[in-house]
């Protein structure tokens, strides 16, 4: 599952990830908005694109739920 973002208009994707921590939003704008890959986002955050791997899924699974 990937939202789709077409441009910074698209409030869906900001309502979506509104109620997230402001570190989860920036891990999500860096992922869906920046189209930055797991290991980029990883060196921005310092921890290891697997760690940023499992925390997108396992926020992704718990909004489906």
């Known amino acids: 599952w990937h939202p789709a973002i ?4 698209d409030f869906e994707f900001f309502d979506m990830i509104s109620t997230m921590s402001p570190a989860m939003q920036y891990i999500f704008e ?3 908005v920046d189209d ?4 980029e986002i990883g060196k ?3 921890q290891s694109n697997e760690w940023v791997r ?8 718990t909004m489906e739920a």
């Open 6 to 9: 077409k441009d910074e208009t």
């Open 36 to 39: 930055l890959s797991l290991e």
């Open 44 to 46: 921005k955050t310092g």
């Open 30 to 32: 860096l992922r869906f």
């Open 54 to 61: 499992q925390l997108i899924n396992k926020t992704l699974a």
